[in-house]
């Protein structure tokens, strides 16, 4: 209930009350004068009036107004609490700011639909992050991959030489254009041992590294290189000392990554 119409019901409350005690005050004079007229009749009288069913009905009415008085009575006291002016209810809305700090912002019903409430509540609503992003996998790094090639250039003299280590080949070449080159029938390997000769290395050493195409499965490194290869057969020594371009193509092979396959790049 309003303000306004709680105040007009106990208007009207107040009203009937009052008319109720002066209902009240007039027929407690009518009973007045109705005792006094009795007091000066004889006993005979008295006792006809006295047991008149209407004469005795007057006080009924006494009674019943009383009760009502009462009753009203009791009806304003309970409404008086709910008379009193209340303050609006308020809402406070917490907001945080992108720094993690909060704000507050309270919503009376003057301001309940204002821009910088609806602001508010826009900014309060809460937003599923994203997900964190899983890098891509580069299969190897360039360090990585640098290394391998030096472990290469390094076994050479050993798989070029006798006892012509297989097993060290496999252990950095994977199965591939370069294993096959290196272990078919008429391969290198093959060649050296057929025509009695082999290779040392007096220098070999990686320059620099040109490219680095990472890849989660077969990654490239072009790398310069120097090399002094002395090849020894029956004929003699010949020693070469040239620095190139080489392009080497990784692959990962029994848990291990390994030289596919490289080339001369011009």
């Known amino acids: 209930m309003r303000k306004d119409e709680k105040e007009d019901s106990l208007k009207s409350i107040s009203e009937s009350c ?10 407690e004079e ?5 005792v006094a ?3 000066a009749l004889d006993p005979k ?14 006080s009924i009415p006494l009674f019943i107004f009383g009760s009502f008085a009462l009753v009203c009575a009791l009806i304003i006291l309970a409404l008086i609490p709910y008379l009193k002016t209340s303050e609006p209810k308020t809402n406070i809305a917490s907001t945080q700011d992108t720094n993690g700090s909060s704000a507050q912002k309270i919503n009376t019903p003057e301001n309940k639909n ?3 409430t609806q602001q508010i509540r826009i900014g309060s609503a809460k937003i599923k992050p994203e997900p964190p992003r899983r890098p891509a996998n580069p ?8 290394q391998i090639v030096e472990k290469w250039l390094n076994v050479k003299s050993e798989i070029f030489a006798p006892p012509f280590n297989r097993d060290l080949a496999d252990q950095v070449v994977a199965y591939g254009p370069l294993w096959s080159d290196l272990t078919k029938p008429d391969g290198s390997i ?9 290779y040392t290395y007096s ?8 490219e680095y195409q990472p890849s989660p499965s077969t990654p490239s490194i072009t790398v310069s290189v120097t090399e002094t290869s002395n090849l020894h057969s029956p004929r003699g020594t010949e020693t070469k000392t040239n620095t190139a371009n080489w392009l080497y193509t990784l692959k990962k092979e029994s848990g291990s990554w390994k030289i596919l396959d490289y080339r001369k790049k011009q």
Request: hydrophobic share 30%.
């Open 37 to 39: 007229r009795q007091s």
């Open 45 to 58: 009288e008295q006792n006809v009036q006295n047991s008149d069913p209407i004469l005795k009905s007057a």
């Open 30 to 34: 009518e009973d007045s004068k109705s």
């Open 203 to 210: 220098m070999i050493r990686i320059n620099r590294v040109i």
């Open 18 to 27: 009052r008319e109720a005690e002066s209902l009240l005050e007039s027929l």
């Open 114 to 116: 204002s821009p910088e």
């Open 139 to 146: 299969g190897l790094s360039q360090q990585q991959a640098k």
């Open 190 to 198: 093959q060649w050296l041992i057929k025509n009695n000769s082999y």
